[in-house]
């Protein structure tokens, strides 16, 4: 497989530009679930992935309770350390393993992020993180500037070797530049959540900051099989089904979307999900995509997937169908495309 390689910010990883997502292989019977997952096919597939050049993985303790960073750490015993893949976690969304179901609680206080990191390197069985995260803004009124300064501790005293933030506003991101570099951002952008193009994205590209989006597919909605009749079949405890994405008329103006894209897949003699993606990697600044997986054989996907690269008359076109279908929000195109 071979895939691109782009810098992540002013550190020193060279990042593939599609990386493993972890969240699915968090399984079932918890708050964010998307189902159940066997966790020996996830294993399998992180080492599949890795042993055809995927270079990266993002996971974090909130995805399946902390069993998702327990199975990446069986991964990683299974990978020779020459080859080991650079891993990202997170931390901030402190949950209560008795009760699963219960939303938890958004705390960046400096002492629970301690917490959080020793019991992620315990789970992943790791002695430093490639890259460590705050996953939300904090909602308790922990002061940035706290949270950022501890984040700083970590990094100095060898724990991680870079920092970044998730879903931060251009407002936070200032205040932790003013303290230290933020080395990535970690924003969600797909085809219909655009938001994050308009600012926050920008705002990287500036800085010198890495960017790394999640949910590019927009949870499975702009791939092939995504159907109405495949969302009827989602499990009561899969958490799309409540999502404003899957509900009506959002999720037929979006499958609209979705079948626009075949027209340019066809150009490019690719695929509708490698256009989505290579949608977001025409954005100036962004690093890569997360992109999960639950088997090996999605894997053999991410070959093409951030190829082709779309000409400035694809993301025209892609433009003109968001105006058409009117689907998602946030700006149509990248600034250099010209499209509002």
Not at 157 to 165: L, N, P, Q, S, T
Not at 194 to 203: L, T
């Amino acid at each position: 497989m071979s895939l691109e390689k782009r810098r992540l910010g002013t550190t020193e990883m060279n990042l593939t530009t599609v990386g493993i997502g972890t969240f699915a292989m968090g399984g079932g019977n918890y708050r964010y679930s998307w189902g159940p997952q066997d966790d020996q096919r996830s294993i399998d597939t992180i080492r599949y992935a890795v042993e055809h050049g995927v270079n990266w993985l993002d996971t974090a303790p909130i995805y399946g309770l902390g069993h998702a960073e327990e199975v990446v750490g069986r991964a990683l015993r299974e990978i020779p350390e020459s080859d080991r893949p650079y891993v990202f976690t997170k931390a901030g969304m402190v949950f209560d393993p008795s009760k699963p179901f219960q939303d938890p609680e958004f705390n960046l206080r400096p002492e629970s992020l301690r917490r959080e990191l020793e019991d992620s390197l315990r789970r992943l069985q790791l002695e430093y993180i490639d890259l460590y995260l705050l996953h939300w803004p904090d909602r308790i009124g922990t002061p940035i500037e706290d949270s950022w300064n501890q984040m700083v501790q970590f990094l100095e005293e060898g724990k991680v070797r870079a920092i970044g933030v998730s879903n931060f506003t251009v407002e936070l991101l200032d205040a932790c530049e003013a303290i230290r570099h933020v080395d990535m951002l970690q924003p969600p952008l797909s085809l219909i959540r655009r938001e994050s193009g308009a600012d926050v994205i920008p705002w990287c590209d500036a800085h010198g900051t890495g960017v790394v989006v999640y949910q590019p597919l927009q949870a499975g909605i702009l791939t092939e099989i995504m159907s109405t009749e495949l969302l009827a079949s989602f499990t009561e405890d899969d958490l799309r089904r409540p999502q404003a994405e899957f509900q009506e008329p959002n999720f037929s103006r979006e499958l609209a979307l979705r079948d626009a894209l075949r027209p340019i897949a066809a150009r490019h003699n690719s695929s509708v999900v490698a256009v989505a993606v290579g949608w977001d990697l025409a954005w100036p600044g962004v690093t890569g995509a997360i992109v999960g997986a639950r088997s090996s054989q999605e894997v053999d996907g991410y070959a093409e997937l951030g190829s082709p690269h779309l000409t400035t008359q694809d993301l025209a076109d892609i433009a003109e169908a968001i105006t058409q279908t009117k689907a998602g929000g946030g700006p149509a195109a990248p600034a250099h495309v010209g499209a509002k």
